[in-house]
């Protein structure tokens, strides 16, 4: 009923019209879920609204609270922005299933731009269609202006827009470039999340390190090859 | 493709990766999480240690073998530069950033990586969890699709890696990422990548000048100009990327209707031209002609008042040939453009290929001619002629496609002439028949008088520069140069009042062995044309009497029908093109006529043999004779000195392969600018022409050394005095007499002492005097030849008297005195 009121005081605020009521029905109904969302230019905002930390408006403050007393039932998720990356998605997404990550929030342009006009594809959009499908993962279609950050609108998109990543305890903020590696000890990655008696934390940092192919290995046999 | 990232940089990137808990963060900037006020949040490392806020987050002590997430940007080279491309492909214009790639190939080849096989060993269980999602309903074709996609970017990426040079990234670089490029394996035949060609990366644009001003196109002079603002004339170019060939871009006048123009003086009018794009240090761009490769140039000296033209036409580029790109709303390119790209880009998605250029009709005549014309400069010079034979083989697509272009005279009479088995076939268009038949075609008799319109007067611009004038003329000349001759040497000139001397002409090198002439005659009025109509009747010669409109030089006329379409020049190997006052010689001692002289030329490589000009001077026939009695070679034997030749006195006219040419000047054959010639002297060693006249251009016409020993070309410019009032008063006004400098040149010549004597002329044509009385014996010769006696004395009488009255004085009176007259006060 306040949600209703909130929405109808407030018509432009995005998180008294929008946020609000959606966690308001995803509460009522987690389990009905749409794999296939969008994003339009309304939601560009999202890219850098609370960035700051300081909420811009009293209903983005009351969205954030709400968020904070949903009980997450699953373990992890992940969000990335991914964007051609074409067949080489798919070994991402196998990769962290493998590593117990439960579910994808993927976001990805639309296969039409903010024009309406078919944008050139390289395959994502099939891919991501075919695997929402199959509630693999969840394809957030952006229509946003190409200045758009499209890992910032990822980020602030998820954490205060989507309410499906609080059924999660942990999310991951991915990158389809950047895979995973829990040490010999640790097979999955919630083995890493496991409490430690004494210790709470909210965020785990991983180091990240660059791998590359076996180049200088071939370049060096065929430098001697030439002397 | 994990399982080959076996190596790792040796410490972590100092930026942590993430796992956290979605409830108390609003945002994550910089890679730190954000959460509002007031809510207190800790964040640890994999070895629970503690992490400090900031931004990034960063960890104390990273353990590289502790958990990590692996950055796996560097899978391939291929993969790096692709995403590099991708990139610049969203802002619609792609290019490669020069440093970025020389970063990466820098650590494609660093040898401090440590081997880390993490991902290597883990591949296997990703590969299973793979094949599960690919079991996945509609998954495993859209990974193909995706696949296709990657392959389709990747082909397109080599080939605009192999050409173009200019594509921002410096050689060296280029050279080593290309071959990195090649190396890597590639995942699928470019062949079904070309199915799956790529959509994207059609942008188009305007281009700003280096002053502000903007590329125009002007209707009206038909070129590029760089004008402040648009008028009815001048309307902003329109630049779209190709998207099969992103180095290129298309350049039209954004109009609906079809406003051609050139991009240099002499090149092809369309209304489209493909330009390659480079990159300039500071990120603009250039614009190189593909058949010169020279930039455009928009030198800053337009003004709102003025528009300046760009010409294509500078070695290097710098500022004034950079250009700004301003991306243009799909709104405002008119469905003329799109549709012509979209033409356009089928036909080079595929090499332009014979099959492609030849399906091309298939999808309608729409814009086919305005693709092909502006492909035409990507097809190699060699493959011109396979080109040809499968136009012009393919009766059902060949036809149609030749059909889009019309008007044009390639397309219309050149190539159906060389080829259509309806047209009577010469011996030449047989012999091309036969090459792409493998039938020999019976010779038939073709009509020795011939009619030039007005249609054809263009062709007296069209290739004189080497410039392909369209994609049939490219083709004609393709076909052209495959035609096998059946005979040795032509004779090609242009005649006007040279009625007097034609007999004696065409004598002369019957003797030396001119099998055929091709005699182009225009504004004759001393009677000749019926002395041509005679002699072409009796299989003399061949007359086209041209028809050339005001303001066309039929000279350039003649020489453009002779080598870009008439057929029957193809028959001999060689064209002597020479006017009707010279006459061509060889050496006696050495060579029985021209054809043994060739003969001995050919034992090199030659394709024009460069013969020096021996001028004699005027000789004055005896008190009472009339020089036209006499053979002017019998006449004039007073052999110039090269004091009273000047510069001139280097001017060859050469004889050559009438299928390596596509033009001609009086003195020298042009080819297209895409060929070369094999020029040789006389004497059989390379033809030089570093040494022009002061103020002139290199020019073949001019030759460095004079070797005139084993063949020449005998000149009698003034012949007598009445001769050369006679040809002063070619083409003149009635009452207009030569100036006094005229008078005072031929009077030098007259008077010169220091001659010398060549006698060649008279013991390579001994039986001149028969030969003539067997030409004069043909019906209607004598009766045409009196006639033009006839009307030479008509014109004479009142020659010689304007001179009378023309008021010259000092030595021009001698001329007067040479004249027998005597001055008349006006």
Redesign the interface.
């Known amino acids: 009923m306040a949600r209703e009121r909130l929405a109808l005081l407030l018509p432009d605020d995005l998180w008294a019209s929008r946020a609000l009521p959606r966690l308001g029905r995803w509460l009522a109904m987690p389990d009905e879920v749409r794999h296939e969302r969008r994003c339009g230019p309304e939601l560009a905002v999202l890219a850098e609204a609370g960035a700051s930390g300081l909420p811009q408006s009293f209903a983005q403050a009351v969205n954030a609270a709400a968020r904070r007393l949903v009980a997450p039932r699953r373990q992890l998720c992940a969000v990335a922005a991914v964007r051609d990356c074409g067949p080489l998605l798919l070994e991402w997404v196998a990769h962290h299933r493998r590593l117990g990550v439960e579910h994808f929030f993927l976001y990805a342009p639309a296969a039409t731009g903010s024009d309406g006009l078919p944008r050139g594809d390289d395959g994502t959009a099939g891919l991501l269609a075919a695997l929402a499908g199959s509630g693999v993962v969840t394809w957030i279609a952006t229509a946003v202006a190409p200045e758009v950050d499209p890992s910032a609108l990822a980020h602030g998109h998820a954490l205060q827009m989507l309410a499906d990543v609080l059924d999660f305890r942990w999310l991951l903020l991915g990158a389809p470039d950047e895979f995973a590696c829990p040490d010999a000890a640790h097979p999955a990655l919630p083995a890493l999340l496991a409490p430690v008696p004494g210790r709470p934390f909210d965020v785990l940092a991983l180091p990240a390190l660059s791998f590359g192919p076996a180049g200088p290995g071939r370049g060096r046999r065929r430098r001697r090859r030439a002397w | ?2 399982e ?6 040796p410490e ?2 100092g ?15 910089d890679g730190e ?5 007031g ?1 207190a ?6 070895d ?1 240690a503690p ?1 400090a806020p900031g931004r990034p ?1 960063r ?1 104390a002590a ?16 291929e ?1 790096m530069v692709l ?1 590099l491309w ?2 610049g ?3 619609h214009l792609p290019r490669l950033d020069r440093a970025a790639v020389a970063g990466l190939l820098e ?5 401090w ?1 440590v081997p ?1 096989r ?2 290597v060993d ?1 591949a296997p ?6 094949d ?3 079991a ?4 495993a ?3 193909e ?6 392959i389709a ?1 990747l082909v397109v990426l080599r080939r605009l890696l192999r050409e173009a040079p200019r594509f921002r990234i410096p050689g060296s670089v280029e050279a080593r990422l290309l071959s990195l490029l090649l190396e890597e394996s590639a995942t699928a035949s470019p062949g079904r990548a070309a199915a799956a060609a ?4 059609a942008g188009v644009f305007r281009l700003s000048t280096c002053n502000g001003s903007l590329l125009h196109v002007d209707l009206v002079e038909g070129r590029l100009v760089a004008a402040f603002e648009a008028t009815a004339d001048h309307v902003p170019a329109l630049l779209q990327v190709v998207p099969s060939r992103p180095a290129l871009l298309l350049v039209s006048a954004g109009t609906e209707e079809p406003a051609p123009f050139v991009l240099r003086p002499g090149g092809m009018r369309a209304p489209a031209h493909l330009l390659e794009v480079g990159w300039t240090t500071d990120g603009r761009l250039t614009l190189c002609d593909l058949p010169s490769a020279r930039f455009a140039s928009a030198a800053p000296d337009s003004t709102p008042d003025h528009p300046a033209p760009v010409p294509l036409d500078r070695d290097t580029a710098a500022e004034w040939e950079s250009f700004v790109p301003a991306p243009v709303s ?1 709104i405002f390119v008119p469905r003329a453009a799109r549709d012509r790209l979209e033409r356009l880009d089928a036909l080079l998605a595929t090499g332009p290929s014979n099959e492609a250029v030849l399906a091309l009709v298939d999808d309608g005549p729409a814009f086919a001619a305005d693709a092909l014309n502006a492909a035409l400069p990507l097809i190699p010079a060699a493959s011109l002629g396979e080109l040809a034979q499968a136009v012009c083989g393919d009766a059902l697509h060949g036809r149609r496609l030749l059909a889009s272009f019309p008007g044009d005279p390639w397309a219309a009479v050149a190539l159906p002439a060389l080829l259509s088995p309806a047209e009577p076939p010469a011996r030449g268009r047989g012999r091309l028949r036969e090459v792409l038949s493998g039938r020999p075609a019976a010779p038939a008799p073709r009509p020795a008088h011939r009619v030039l319109g007005a249609s054809l007067d263009l062709l007296a611009e069209a290739g004189r520069e080497g410039a392909f004038s369209s994609f049939p003329h490219a083709l004609a000349v393709g076909a052209r140069a495959l035609v096998r001759p059946g005979r040795t040497l032509c004779l090609v000139a242009t005649v006007r009042d040279e009625g007097p001397y034609l007999l004696e002409w065409l004598a002369h090198h019957r003797l030396l062995g001119v099998e055929a002439f091709f005699l182009y005659g225009h504004g004759n009025d001393d009677g000749s044309d019926a002395l041509l109509a005679a002699l072409a009747a009796a299989g003399v010669l061949v007359w086209l009497d041209d028809r050339a409109g005001p303001g066309v030089s039929p000279r350039a006329k003649a020489y453009g029908h002779a080598f870009g379409v008439l057929p029957d020049v193809l028959d001999f190997a060689w064209a002597l093109v020479i006017d009707a006052d010279e006459f061509a010689v060889v050496d006696p001692d050495r060579f029985d006529g021209l054809p043994a002289f060739l003969r001995w030329q050919e034992r090199r490589e030659v394709d024009a043999v460069a013969l020096n000009r021996l001028v004699f001077g005027s000789t004055e026939p005896a008190r009472g004779a009339d020089w036209a009695d006499t053979p002017v070679t019998r006449r004039c034997r007073r052999l110039l000195d090269a004091r009273h030749l000047g510069e001139g006195g280097r001017l060859v006219k050469t004889i050559s392969r009438p299928a390596r040419m596509v033009h001609a000047t009086a003195y020298a054959p042009v080819t297209d600018e895409r060929r070369m010639l094999a020029l040789r002297t006389a004497a059989g060693e390379p033809h030089r022409f570093h040494h022009p006249a002061p103020g002139f251009p290199p020019d073949p016409a001019f030759a460095d050394v004079l070797r005139p020993e084993a063949a020449a070309v005998c000149h009698y410019p003034q012949g007598s005095a009445e001769e050369w009032l006679l040809k002063r008063g070619r083409g003149a006004e009635p009452g207009q007499v030569p100036g006094i400098e005229d008078v005072q040149t031929f009077m030098a010549q007259h008077a010169a002492r220091d001659v010398g004597a060549d006698d060649r002329v008279l013991r390579c044509a001994p039986g001149l005097e028969e030969e003539i009385a067997r030409l004069r014996a043909l019906p209607g010769v004598a009766a045409a030849e009196a006639g033009v006696r006839a009307a030479v004395r008509a014109r004479l009488a009142r020659l010689r008297d304007e001179a009378a009255r023309a008021g010259w004085d000092g030595e021009a009176r001698g001329l007067l005195d040479l004249l027998g007259l005597a001055p008349v006060e006006a």
């Open positions: 493709m994990t080959r990232l076996d190596r790792r940089l972590p990137d930026a942590a990766r993430l796992l956290l808990r979605p409830a108390p963060f609003l945002h994550v900037s999480p954000v959460a509002p006020p809510i949040w800790s964040a640890r490392a994999p629970g992490v987050p960890i990273p353990d590289p073998a502790g958990s990590v997430v692996a950055l796996c940007r560097r899978r391939s080279v993969d995403a991708r990139e492909r969203e802002a650590l494609h080849a660093a040898a990586m880390d993490r991902l883990a269980q990703t590969r299973r969890e793979l599960r999602l690919l996945l309903p509609g998954v074709a859209a990974q699709a995706a696949a296709q996609a990657l970017d790529p959509e994207a990366g799909d």
